[in-house]
């Protein structure tokens, strides 16, 4: 999922990145890098399921399995040539 989907999931269940920093009682830039994927943590990564209720391989799912969205190098050639 995308992060501010992650952090909207968060704030729809009443709890903010902020709020889960305290708890976890961790910096609020490691929770902000763990939902981003730029940093992991176990312990978030659950403690954000759990509170969302959706699961952690939904939430950051595997790294080959995401979905990249590019132009067919087709169309970027027709765009390029129609210039």
């Known amino acids: 999922m995308h992060p501010e989907e992650i952090k ?9 990145p902020t709020a889960l920093a305290d708890e976890l009682r961790v ?5 902000s ?4 994927g730029r940093s992991e943590s176990a312990r978030i990564k659950a403690r954000i399921a ?4 959706i699961a952690v391989s939904v939430l950051w799912p595997p ?4 979905m990249v969205l590019r132009r067919p ?6 765009a390029r040539s129609a210039a």
């Open 33 to 36: 890098q763990v939902i981003s």
């Open 73 to 78: 190098r087709a169309a970027v050639a027709a």
């Open 27 to 31: 910096a609020n830039a490691t929770v």
């Open 50 to 53: 759990e509170v969302t209720g």
């Open 63 to 66: 790294q080959g399995s995401r």
């Open 8 to 16: 909207a999931a968060m704030r729809m269940k009443g709890v903010t």
